[in-house]
């Protein structure tokens, strides 16, 4: 009941779970950003959250000198977001996708949202995720 085993069992199993688990928000509140319960993969610079065709990505690069690059895929002029980070700003990315992208000290995040909710909506769901991945980063 308990020998070496099971300890080395338990141990794996909470590896397990951490590996899954983003470093810049919870599961559960991507969950509630997409709409969806999500299921989520780890990336060598962020997380993916997916659901059916839905997704949320965070990713957080070292900082470069420009923040334009990491706009490539706006489908409409970025706009100005003030109080998050330095530079920030969103976008649309197509169809019922946003995009929102900005600098914190020595990183830059691009975060790209697509769910079936209004722009008004998604904007809305992105800034609050901007600043708070924003704020993970100071």
């Known amino acids: 009941a308990g020998g070496p085993e099971s300890h080395v069992t338990a141990i794996l199993l909470v590896l397990m779970m951490q590996a899954k688990s983003c470093r810049w928000i919870t599961e559960a509140t991507a969950d509630r950003v997409v709409g969806a319960q999500t299921a989520v993969t780890l990336t060598p610079n962020g997380c993916n959250f ?23 895929h706006c489908k409409s002029s970025p706009e100005p977001v003030n109080g998050i980070g330095n530079e920030a700003a969103v976008c649309d990315g197509g169809s019922s996708e946003q995009i929102a992208a900005g600098r914190v000290r020595e990183h830059v995040f691009v975060l790209r949202l697509k769910a079936p909710f209004s722009r008004d909506l998604l904007r809305a769901k992105l800034r609050a995720l901007a600043d708070l991945v924003s704020g993970n980063l100071y």
């Open 50 to 72: 997916s659901h059916q065709n839905d997704f949320l990505r965070i990713e957080v690069f070292a900082s470069s000198p420009q923040l334009k690059p990491f706009l490539k």
